[in-house]
């Protein structure tokens, strides 16, 4: 059983940044990959990013390649996204998941996540 905790997120401008962290606790969490997903306001939920056991693979929505990055903290349990030039297209809930991997590849699909955080508000205003 893992636990996700996702605290940060907040009200930013147009080409701002701001940096998602994602707490995890449970046995044996580095045996998973952990994914960043975000749902827009009347849309579906969406795979931002994803980060496999190691670190050594990472994926890319294509439209914030380039302006975010994800990144994980083995001995902190933590997953990061740092998010740069962000866009008022960017705003959401955004949530982290955690899947099992036997590999060091990682999934931005959302059928296959086996635990998901509550989820953290950004906004990307004016």
């Known amino acids: 059983q893992l636990q996700l905790v996702e605290p940060g997120g907040g009200l930013v401008q147009p080409g701002g940044s701001l940096r998602l962290s994602c707490v995890v606790s449970g046995f044996s969490w580095d045996y998973y990959a952990i994914g960043w997903f975000r749902q827009a306001p009347g849309k579906e939920r969406e795979g931002v990013s994803c980060?496999?056991?190691?670190?050594?693979?990472?994926t890319y929505k294509d439209s914030v390649k380039g302006r975010f990055t994800i990144s994980r903290d083995n001995v902190k349990n933590t997953v990061y996204l740092q998010m740069n030039s962000l866009k008022p297209e960017d705003t959401g809930v955004y949530y982290c998941?955690?899947?099992?991997?036997?590999?060091?590849?990682?999934?931005?699909?959302?059928?296959?996540?086996?635990?998901w955080g509550q989820g953290t508000q950004v906004t990307v205003s004016a």
């Open positions: 980060i496999g056991r190691t670190g050594s693979t990472t």
């Open positions: 998941a955690a899947h099992g991997a036997v590999t060091n590849l990682c999934s931005r699909h959302e059928e296959v996540q086996d635990y």
